[in-house]
């Protein structure tokens, strides 16, 4: 008996474990590639299959080795084996979204080998991860991994890590990548496709086994393009199919997987005579675990694609909100709401210098008031003014070194100054997060004690003044327009201190605190559709794996309370309802929680209520667009 080890590398190199979930709201430990090591070789695929010796390859050594049992095959099996599969895992292949992957190679090898399988938490790897603003900056760090490197050059043998050591200037690199990233969309690399490519080959019962197992919607294609035919006809209709409709980057699980069978192989002739296929091209579909009890033999590529379809449908059904026409609700703009307004900076540079000269300033504190007033009115004041719109010049952004000085003085006077005299410092940092790299660099400084937004919300409470609520709530609202802050904000570390300051702002007294945190709201709703939206037109579902049901439930029914008691301002009416629409249209909680939180609150009611005389002003809502965006969602989205 031979052991059978599986070496696991982080292909991210620490960067996915350190920053994914700040980034993302979900904890990804590493972008996993593995290898296969039996009779003293390490066996992977890349650029097509490659030996090397253990712990030489290009990827050094492994972050963890997996013990996957004992093998009873001799190595001139084992070796005829990976020549057979020589035939399948090409180089050429690596490139395809929809064809090989390293990580089903080893999972193929392993059950051949073993009739084991390689660990859930490498094949669980989220498919729609790579698609995130995170996973895209991630993309060439990744791949230059992935490649391979000459043939000339021998890694030489490096020590076994007990956990990767992120590089501090690789990490800024990515940050500031994450904050491009997320403005715009890119074209997956070649490697980073391939790590979720949606057609996978299987050799052998136990790796067919275990892809069925662990998908809920597996398409299985018998084949011989070699000898048949039909075969060679439907292939590249195949294919097409498995970029169409498969499991891949952007739909976040949603698909069928899609694998090939090669028959005119010695193995999968043995696995479709296992199966009971007597016919080529024959089609098996599998759902949750389960054989379908149709199946497709032929080349007919409608009866084909409908099949396919049907068991997409079965094992994904559409949201019911997907075939309702909500014309208002799709007109509305997710861009979020900024407060743009540019007060005179010297005026509030030294009104701030006032309070500063009359606090009691202890002698252990970091800055001097000196050092405080100067670092005000020679960096912070002049970086504002530098952004002041110009006819064709390009903004500045912030430098690190003037970030680094402004949350140091930010630190020192929140630890000295009430809220009532730090108002205009708040004010400072709501210009400063209509900068995206001031944004970018607080999402990526989040637990950091002299954060500004962690500082002034740990400063805030329910009777902070309303200057201090008002400036803070437009801060929050422009800090929303960064998306890697504002995933940060909403669900990364940030939320529940977030969420305690929002909700009560909604019912403020001030009709203008009022109005504005409704703009926050927004935001933080738009920010949520948005990424739905995103996964719906990339053929996806919204789910809930990146949302929390609690948190909504919560802002679901704080917008119903503000609504209710909102008597006076239209515009007010308006922002909360768009929130509402926002948070409700295609969530995944909608039938499991929120439908019938709906009912309970008496959604509808609410609404409609807005629309009659006395519900907002003395003859209700007036607008146009506003009345028909609240009957829209009164009807179709409230139960």
């Known amino acids: 008996m031979e052991p059978v080890?599986?070496?696991?590398?982080?292909?991210?190199?620490?960067?996915?474990?350190?920053?994914?979930?700040?980034?993302?709201?979900?904890?990804?430990?590493?972008?996993?590639?593995?290898?296969?090591?039996?009779?003293?070789?390490?066996?992977?695929?890349?650029?097509?299959?490659?030996?090397?010796?253990?712990?030489?390859?290009?990827?050094?050594?492994?972050?963890?080795?997996?013990?996957?049992?004992?093998?009873a095959i001799d190595q001139e099996t084992f070796l005829e084996y990976i020549e057979e599969l020589r035939e399948h895992y090409t180089a050429d292949k690596v490139g395809l979204l929809f064809y090989f992957n390293c990580n089903s190679f080893t999972n193929d090898v392993a059950g051949f080998l073993t009739g084991n399988s390689i660990p859930d938490f490498i094949k669980d790897l989220p498919t729609d991860f790579l698609s995130t603003p995170f996973g895209q900056a991630l993309r060439p760090t990744i791949d230059s991994m992935y490649r391979r490197p000459s043939t000339n050059v021998t890694p030489a043998r490096t020590p076994m890590p007990s956990t990767p050591a992120p590089n501090p200037e690789l990490a800024a690199s990515i940050l500031e990548a994450v904050a491009s990233q997320a403005q715009r969309s890119t074209t997956g690399l070649s490697a980073t496709e391939s790590l979720a490519a949606p057609l996978h080959p299987c050799t052998n019962s136990a790796s067919l086994a275990n892809l069925i197992r662990t998908h809920r919607a597996v398409v299985a294609n018998f084949s011989n393009v070699v000898t048949c035919g039909p075969c060679r006809m439907i292939a590249p209709v195949y294919e097409q199919l498995a970029r169409d409709k498969g499991v891949r980057v952007g739909t976040n699980g949603v698909g069928a997987v899609f694998?090939?069978?090669?028959?005119?192989?010695?193995?999968?002739?043995?696995?479709?005579?296992?199966?009971?296929?007597?016919?080529?091209?024959?089609?098996?579909?599998?759902?949750?675990?389960?054989?379908?009890?149709?199946?497709?033999?032929?080349?007919?590529?409608?009866?084909?694609?409908?099949?396919?379809?049907?068991l997409i449908f079965q094992a994904f059904p559409p949201h019911p909100h997907t075939s309702l026409s909500l014309p208002s609700v799709q007109a509305l703009l997710l861009k979020p709401i900024l407060f743009t307004q540019v007060p005179g900076l010297d005026a509030v540079a030294n009104k701030l210098a006032s309070f500063i000269d009359a606090a009691t300033w202890p002698t252990s504190a970091e800055l001097t008031q000196s050092q405080v007033k100067t670092a005000l009115k020679g960096t912070i004041v002049p970086y504002?003014?530098?952004?002041?719109?110009?006819?064709?010049?390009?903004?500045?952004?912030?430098?690190?070194?003037?970030?680094?000085?402004?949350?140091s003085l930010t630190s020192v006077l929140a630890s000295i100054l009430p809220p009532e005299s730090i108002f205009p410092l708040v004010d400072m940092w709501r210009l400063g997060f209509l900068d995206s790299?001031?944004?970018?660099?607080?999402?990526?400084?989040?637990?950091?004690?002299?954060?500004?937004?962690?500082?002034?919300?740990?400063?805030?409470?329910?009777?902070?003044?309303?200057?201090?609520?008002?400036?803070?709530?437009?801060?929050?609202?422009?800090?929303?327009?960064?998306?890697?802050l504002a995933q940060s904000i909403i669900r990364g570390s940030s939320k529940q201190s977030f969420t305690s300051f929002l909700i009560p702002t909604l019912l403020h007294d001030d009709p203008t605190v009022r109005t504005s945190a409704a703009s926050l709201a927004f935001n933080a709703a738009a920010f949520i559709q948005a990424g739905r939206a995103e996964k719906i037109r990339n053929g996806g579902r919204a789910?809930?794996?990146?949302?929390?049901?609690?948190?909504?439930?919560?802002?679901?029914?704080?917008?119903?309370?503000?609504?209710?008691?909102?008597?006076?301002?239209?515009?007010?009416?308006?922002?909360?309802?768009?929130?509402?629409?926002?948070?409700?249209?295609?969530?995944?909680?909608?039938?499991?929680?929120?439908?019938?939180?709906?009912?309970?609150?008496?959604?509808?009611?609410?609404?409609?209520?807005?629309?009659?005389k006395g519900g907002c002003g003395a003859d209700g809502v007036k607008k146009a667009e506003v009345r028909k965006l609240v009957e829209e969602v009164a009807l179709k989205l409230c139960p």
């Open 5 to 71: 080890k599986l070496y696991v590398y982080d292909l991210s190199n620490g960067m996915a474990k350190s920053l994914s979930r700040q980034l993302t709201g979900r904890q990804i430990d590493g972008i996993w590639h593995t290898s296969i090591v039996v009779y003293g070789k390490e066996v992977f695929y890349g650029q097509g299959i490659a030996v090397t010796a253990p712990g030489r390859s290009h990827h050094g050594s492994p972050l963890q080795i997996v013990d996957l049992g004992e093998t």
């Open 259 to 310: 694998t090939k069978i090669d028959m005119s192989t010695p193995s999968g002739n043995q696995l479709a005579s296992q199966l009971g296929v007597r016919v080529m091209p024959t089609f098996m579909f599998f759902l949750d675990g389960k054989k379908a009890s149709v199946r497709n033999e032929g080349a007919d590529q409608n009866e084909l694609r409908s099949q396919i379809d049907l």
């Open 384 to 407: 504002l003014k530098s952004r002041t719109p110009q006819t064709n010049k390009p903004m500045p952004t912030a430098t690190p070194a003037i970030l680094s000085s402004w949350s």
């Open 437 to 484: 790299a001031v944004g970018t660099w607080s999402a990526s400084n989040v637990s950091v004690t002299n954060e500004p937004i962690t500082v002034f919300l740990f400063k805030a409470t329910s009777s902070s003044p309303r200057n201090y609520t008002l400036t803070l709530v437009r801060l929050l609202a422009n800090a929303l327009s960064t998306p890697m």
């Open 543 to 612: 789910t809930a794996e990146y949302e929390d049901e609690d948190w909504e439930v919560e802002m679901v029914s704080a917008i119903l309370e503000a609504l209710d008691r909102e008597k006076d301002s239209e515009d007010v009416v308006h922002r909360l309802t768009a929130s509402l629409a926002c948070l409700l249209r295609v969530s995944p909680f909608y039938e499991t929680q929120l439908s019938s939180l709906l009912e309970v609150l008496q959604a509808r009611s609410v609404l409609q209520g807005k629309l009659v």
